[in-house]
């Protein structure tokens, strides 16, 4: 399958300062990817759509001013994790979206970023 | 709002045994695709599912997409050790955001 690459793979920061987490898609071209965190022992909650070139659609609830996501070319995405606090730490994952034709569609997934804020 | 469930939450199967799990919509998919994830680790495609009765394969593994088109089944055969871990349904509908479940913990016994 098609490679998503995601750094750092975990990341330890003071409170306060920002944190930025890079997806790429290694071997194809995204024009779509999603941003994830998941609490332990839960299933993973979707933070925004990120889409090349344009803004990202955020879910209900998520601070865009907070979380802020640039998808600059067709394979990278970043989210900085603006201002984290301790509440912040989480595991954070990105997927990159390919379509196949008209009507196949696969999402795959980085490895996840480990989120400690201190 | 969508709603997706998954079941059953946790299973603890001998090694050799057949494992069974399901995920069922409120509302009309038109992708299915099946997860494996480890700890810490993200999440690894197993198998995707395009059309209603479609029944698809990978191995020891395999899926289907509900002839309703609100369901899906993953089966695994004759499991073992390495089948450890959480299995992740994900649901889409016209290429808007996909939903998933909630996870199925799988626990293998040697």
């Known amino acids: 399958g098609a490679v998503v690459s995601q750094h750092p793979s975990r990341v330890i920061c003071k409170s306060g300062t920002s944190v930025k987490i890079e997806c790429r898609s290694l071997d194809f071209q995204a024009t779509t990817m999603f941003w994830y965190r998941q609490f332990p022992k839960k299933s993973l909650m979707l933070m925004a759509t990120s889409n090349e070139g344009s803004k990202a659609t955020y879910e209900q609830g998520v601070e865009k001013d907070k979380f802020l996501i640039n998808h600059a070319s067709l394979t990278l995405s970043t989210l900085t994790v603006t201002s984290a606090h301790p509440e912040d730490s989480s595991f954070y994952i990105c997927s990159a979206q390919i379509l196949y034709g008209l009507a196949k569609n696969i999402q795959y997934f980085g490895a996840g970023t480990r989120l400690s804020v201190l | 709002g969508q709603q997706l469930n998954q079941s059953p939450q946790s299973m603890f199967i001998q090694e050799g045994e057949d494992v069974s799990m399901n995920c069922t919509s409120s509302s009309i998919f038109n992708t299915w695709l099946w997860y494996k994830q480890e700890p810490g680790e993200g999440p690894v495609l197993l198998i995707a599912l395009y059309k209603a009765g479609e029944l698809t394969s990978n191995g020891r593994l395999t899926a289907q997409f509900g002839i309703t088109r609100k369901d899906s089944f993953l089966n695994i055969s004759a499991s073992i050790p390495s089948d450890v871990g959480i299995y992740f349904c994900?649901?889409?509908?016209?290429?808007?955001?996909?939903?998933f479940g909630s996870g199925t913990k799988l626990n293998v016994k040697p």
């Open positions: 994900a649901g889409q509908y016209n290429f808007n955001k996909f939903y």
